[in-house]
C-alpha cells in the first residue's frame, strides 16, 4: 500500500499559482499512474488531474482545469506534482492525490492539502 502525502497547498489570491506535490514511499511508483482529486465544501470529491505510469505522456484533466492546470511525476523522487496556474476561488478545496489505479479506485488518499483562493 502506497500512502501518499501530499503539501504545497496555501493561500493564493486570484490568479496566483501553486505547486502540489504528492510523495510516496515504495519501489512502484514509477509504474503507477497518479490521480489529483479535490473535495470543496459541501460538495463531493471530484477529479481533477490524472497521469500514467512510466514517462507520464498521457495526461488527463477536467474540463475546469484545462490550460491552467499541469500534472507531472518525477519518478526518481517518488514524487508527482498539480502546477496550478490562473486560480479561480472555485479551485478553494482540499486536494487529495492517488497512486495506482486500485488505491484511486478505492479511496486511498493522503491526508490533502488545502488550497485557497481568496483576495
Known amino acids: 500500500q502506497m500512502q501518499p502525502v501530499e503539501s504545497g497547498g496555501g493561500l493564493v489570491q486570484p490568479g496566483g499559482s501553486l505547486r502540489l506535490s504528492c510523495v510516496v514511499s515504495?519501489?512502484?511508483?514509477?509504474?503507477?499512474?497518479v490521480g489529483w482529486h479535490r473535495q470543496a465544501p459541501g460538495k463531493q470529491r471530484e477529479f481533477v488531474a490524472r497521469?500514467?505510469?512510466?514517462?507520464?505522456?498521457?495526461?488527463n484533466y477536467a474540463d475546469s482545469v484545462k490550460g491552467r492546470f499541469t500534472i507531472s511525476r518525477d519518478n526518481a523522487k517518488n514524487t508527482a506534482y498539480l502546477q496550478m496556474n490562473s486560480l479561480k476561488s472555485e479551485d478553494t478545496a482540499v486536494y487529495y492525490c492517488?497512486?495506482?489505479?486500485?488505491?484511486?479506485?478505492?479511496?486511498?488518499w493522503g491526508q490533502g492539502t488545502q488550497v485557497t483562493v481568496s483576495s
Open positions: 492517488c497512486v495506482g489505479d486500485s488505491a484511486c479506485a478505492s479511496g486511498q
Open positions: 497521469i500514467s505510469g512510466g514517462s507520464g505522456a498521457v495526461r
Open positions: 515504495g519501489s512502484s511508483f514509477s509504474i503507477k499512474r
